[in-house]
């Protein structure tokens, strides 16, 4: 299935929580989904005979200075198809269901985007950072983050 | 009168401990840490802690230009850099819209399989190392340095190149060069059959990698394994073929599986093997591309302060470890807004807790080894 097809699919299903379909000019395609939405939307993706994303790919965070963002890559090894999905989010408290009960493998991207963005995903199986220190403060790939001026002494210069 | 040294039942107990493997661990491969609740002789769970490495690498390459980024790239997987930096430049040209000719395009094709026979052979010698056999390592050094003298030829680095450059490659293919590269694709094959005598056939390594640390199919995709791990599950799955990116569509080569010839399919033994069995299908695809070399440009021409149009790409490669891409996000700027780094260990690291329960803590160094991580581009 196109991406397209699979947009049509899911809106069919899950109407206003999935965003409208634009063909982007270059590069690809994503499908915006409500962040309520988004756990069932996976489910739905996952399970779903003909649909069947069993892999996914990665989970990026997104700064885009006014919103953060969530984006999955999927792809379904059966079928040979792919789709993006992004869920935006309120870049002061922003919270998402965790799918690393659906894909095991979100477990470390979820993790990392949380370290890296401060993204919270809600039902995470142990949400804590994994490529900084546990005390590291603030999350660098923020737009608006300053860097400390020293860790446990050893400055930064 | 009793012995004060004899055990006396009332006192005797036992106790599970946490214990520390890494980061500095010779079977830790770089500066991976684990951290294992054992019980006597036996792992009863672990977690890997990882970070160790890390280098800020997407914001870095928030600040600088997109020429910029590329040479990071090949710091990634370290042992792979001929693919990293292809991942790179493949993304920047599909969003770009840019060109590549296709000399460059087959000369990227022959130095990424040479690459993935490097990384392999690597893997073998220090795979074998892990559990105890010195030698194959000094076999598998033996022709790695062949490939090793061809890059430095055609790029100057031996670990690091810098060869695939956005819109092309760095330097041509001489005549003596490819004469070379034909003259380690007979020595390769001499060899192969000496690597298999040595350790593919070797009892005690069969024993010792053989049913151990078994992934199941399901398991390995759910865990988002890629590569020779998922491959060595059964799963018929290579991005080359998938979705292939720089003329790969035009190469025969087949996509070796996991058997269980020796123990159960997806076992440590399993993944070798698949490793093994891709060094002969990578040489017949650098000899499909010596055979059909077009003549031509090597480069296109493209603007040092390269601005993409504003949109996003994610352009997965097949690694020598699995699928390594990067997600990019332009904003109509001269730097990205955004990159995110697929690297295949990462994901394939990701696993070890699931994977490694109440095994022998020889066996946790067998199947760490067997999934074959560079921390580089766990940690980025």
Request: net charge negative; with cysteine; charged share 25%.
């Amino acid at each position: 299935m196109t991406p397209q097809e699979i947009h049509a699919r899911l809106t069919e299903r899950f109407g206003d929580a999935i965003g409208p379909w634009t063909e982007p000019e270059r590069g690809d395609p994503h499908i915006a989904v409500a962040p309520g939405s988004l756990h069932a939307v996976c489910a739905f993706l996952r399970d779903d005979p003909e649909l069947k994303f069993d892999y996914l790919q990665l989970i990026s965070g997104v700064d885009w200075t006014d919103r953060l963002s969530s984006v999955y890559h999927l792809m379904s090894l059966s079928h040979g198809h792919g789709v993006v999905l992004r869920v935006d989010l309120e870049r002061g408290n922003p919270r998402v269901a965790s799918v690393a009960d659906l894909w095991p493998t979100a477990d470390w991207h979820e993790r990392e985007a949380w370290d890296l963005l401060g993204i919270v995903y809600e039902g995470h199986p142990g949400l804590r950072r994994i490529l900084l220190p546990e005390d590291w403060e603030g999350h660098p790939l923020r737009k608006d983050y300053a860097a400390p001026a020293a860790y446990h002494g050893v400055t930064n210069a | 009168m009793t012995l004060l040294t004899a055990p006396r039942p009332d006192t005797l107990r036992t106790e599970e401990l946490l214990v520390n493997m890494g980061p500095q661990h010779p079977s830790t491969h770089g500066v991976l840490r684990l951290v294992v609740r054992t019980d006597g002789e036996i792992v009863r769970e672990a977690w890997p802690q990882i970070g160790f490495l890390h280098r800020c690498f997407e914001k870095v390459a928030e600040s600088v230009t997109y020429a910029q980024v590329t040479p990071y790239c090949d710091r990634m997987d370290y042992l792979a850099s001929m693919n990293n930096g292809l991942a790179w430049c493949l993304a920047v040209e599909r969003l770009g819209g840019i060109e590549v000719p296709e000399r460059a395009a087959y000369l990227r094709v022959m130095m990424a399989e040479l690459n993935r026979i490097a990384s392999h052979l690597l893997a073998f010698g220090t795979y074998a190392l892990d559990l105890g056999a010195f030698t194959p390592f000094l076999y598998g050094f033996r022709e790695r340095e062949l490939i090793l003298s061809i890059f430095e030829k055609i790029s100057g680095g031996r670990l690091l190149y810098h060869y695939p450059r956005l819109g092309g490659v760095a330097r041509d293919l001489t005549p003596e060069l490819a004469g070379e590269i034909r003259a380690f694709i007979a020595q390769m094959r001499r060899a192969w059959p000496e690597y298999n005598e040595l350790l593919s056939e070797n009892q005690i390594f069969i024993k010792r990698t053989a049913n151990v640390g078994v992934i199941p199919a399901a398991m390995a995709v759910a865990y988002g394994l890629t590569g020779p791990c998922l491959r060595g599950s059964g799963v018929k799955f290579d991005l080359r073929r998938a979705k292939p990116y720089s003329l790969y569509e035009r190469f025969d080569f087949d996509i070796p599986v996991g058997e269980g010839i020796k123990g159960e399919v997806g076992d440590c033994w399993d993944r070798y093997w698949v490793r093994m069995r891709e060094i002969i299908e990578s040489l017949r695809i650098i000899e499909q591309a010596l055979d059909g070399l077009p003549e031509g440009e090597i480069q296109t021409k493209v603007s040092r302060t390269l601005k993409l149009p504003a949109g996003e790409v994610y352009v997965p490669c097949e690694n020598p470890r699995g699928e390594s891409g990067y997600y990019l996000i332009s904003d109509g700027k001269t730097s990205p807004l955004r990159v995110k780094a697929r690297g295949p260990s990462f994901n394939n690291l990701s696993i070890t807790h699931a994977l490694v329960r109440d095994v022998l803590i020889a066996d946790v160094v067998a199947i760490v080894g067997s999934i074959d991580i560079v921390l580089g581009e766990v940690d980025r």
